[in-house]
């Protein structure tokens, strides 16, 4: 069996893309075939599963976003892409970053560190990527050296074969939590939000968002695939993603929130911030959603996030719209939600957009410096990748980038989780620490 673990491009040296249509049975059950490194993405227009590594780029500190930018650039004038594959089965990056760019401790092992195998950008190419496109399913291999396109037609067909043939794999029970801890508390995050709002009423800032870790202790080995499948039904119209680099944690979620996609010259991002529960019945999900229409706290929350991503594209683009203020509907928490659109000035890379926006105040704050200060100082945990920026890029520097929010990194029978509140100043920590609760549900009913 051919691992998937590809060569790692070496300074200068061309990379061969082959691709052809493929039909096979699931995605998941495709997942299940690649060891680490694999990747998963699941959206609403193109869902992929990939192995193994043709090229790897990474950065540290506060200047990933441009040295990535920089490298996936450089990497994609020397992959030969042919004109026949349709545009979801070219070759992508696939990878993420860190919430903040400040160092961290780089000693730390995996017991206790469940993101050191994550760095602050880690993005691949992967070695073999099945794309599910709206012209069908397609299997695309990159190679590198010598003999690469040798290299790329082998690993095509004996992928092609190898997936073709998979079984519909079963789907295993939940593995059963044995035991779970809070970071913070409950009274240390009622300290945290009192600090927060002591924070705003002295004019530092204008609104945080705390975040919970909640470990927990599986009686059984999680297998992740099997919970990404369940969120489908659980979360659909949701982003799911997975990221497995090799020998680390798996950072897995399903989260609503798209940070920016970019085709072309056209941006498409949204705001999502202010939370209300679902209810029992119709009615008392009607009423909720009216609750969470009027509430001038939830309306606050959200318009900071609106403004500010209306203030952060108004200098790259021609034109911005925002659509109307709608309600989200998932299967636990209802949020405010509203669309944005903008048109570019010009050409420009989809990570230059990913760092304007990123932290947008619905997972950082206002101001984002001062916010990001403050959740370091505030939060007993690191964030790694946990509200950060996820997604692809390609060739053209388009891309879409999700918010890695829902989400939670998994090693063996440990997974911590993790979920945040918007705190502004009418906030109450009670009610924030029940919002928290329904945000750790989907993933935490799976475990
Ligand atoms: C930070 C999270 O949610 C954000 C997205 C939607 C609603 C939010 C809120 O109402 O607080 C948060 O801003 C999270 O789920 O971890």
């Not at 992967?126 to 082998?154: C, I, N, R, Y």
């Not at 309600?327 to 989809?350: A, C, E, F, N, W």
């Amino acid at each position: 069996m051919e691992s998937t673990r590809g060569d790692e491009v070496a300074a200068g040296e061309p990379c061969v893309v082959q691709g052809c249509a493929i039909e096979m049975p699931s995605l998941r059950s495709a997942l299940e075939l690649f060891d680490a490194p694999r990747t998963g993405w699941v959206a609403p227009t193109t869902s992929v599963v990939a192995g193994g590594t043709t090229a790897t780029l990474t950065a540290t500190g506060a200047c990933r976003f441009e040295k990535l930018r920089t490298d996936a650039r450089a990497l994609f004038r020397r992959v030969d892409t042919p004109d026949t594959l349709p545009d979801g089965a070219r070759p992508r990056l696939f990878g993420g970053f860190s919430f903040t760019g400040t160092e961290r401790d780089t000693n730390r092992t995996m017991e206790n560190e469940p993101w050191a195998a994550y760095p602050d950008a880690h993005f691949v190419l992967p070695a073999v990527q099945v794309s599910v496109t709206s012209d069908g399913t397609w299997l695309t291999t990159t190679a590198l050296g010598a003999d690469a396109k040798m290299k790329a037609s082998e690993r095509l067909t004996r992928w092609r074969d190898r997936l073709t043939a998979i079984p519909e794999f079963d789907r295993g029970n939940p593995p059963g939590v044995q035991s779970q801890q809070h970071t913070p508390t409950l009274p240390g995050w009622r300290d945290g939000v009192e600090s927060v709002i002591d924070r705003i009423d002295r004019g530092a800032v204008k609104k945080i968002v705390l975040a919970k870790a909640l470990s927990a202790r599986l009686d059984r080995e999680l297998s992740v695939v099997d919970v990404l499948a369940r969120l489908g039904e659980s979360y659909p119209g949701c982003y799911r993603f997975l990221f497995e680099p090799a020998g680390g944690a798996t950072f897995f979620g399903a989260t609503p929130e798209r940070l920016v996609s970019l085709r072309g010259r056209t941006v498409d991002t949204e705001a999502l911030a202010g939370s209300i529960g679902r209810g029992e019945t119709d009615d008392e999900d009607d009423w909720l959603e009216q609750e969470l229409r009027k509430s001038d706290k939830n309306n606050h929350e959200h318009d900071l996030v609106v403004d500010t991503i209306h203030r952060q594209l108004d200098s790259v683009t021609d034109s911005v719209e925002t659509g109307s203020r709608t309600v989200r509907k998932l299967s636990t928490v209802q949020h405010l939600q509203t669309p944005i659109r903008g048109t570019l000035d010009g050409d420009r890379h989809v990570l230059e957009l990913v760092e304007r926006l990123h932290p947008t105040p619905a997972v950082g704050g206002l101001p984002p410096v001062g916010a990001t200060r403050a959740i370091e100082e505030l939060e007993g945990f690191d964030r790694g990748w946990y509200a950060s920026p996820v997604g692809w890029m390609d060739a053209d520097g388009n891309g879409t980038f999700v918010v890695a929010i829902r989400s939670a990194v998994a090693k063996a029978t440990e997974v911590r989780l993790f979920a945040g509140a918007g705190i502004v100043s009418d906030s109450n920590p009670d009610e924030e620490w029940d919002e928290l609760r329904l945000k750790f549900r989907p993933i935490l009913d799976e475990l």
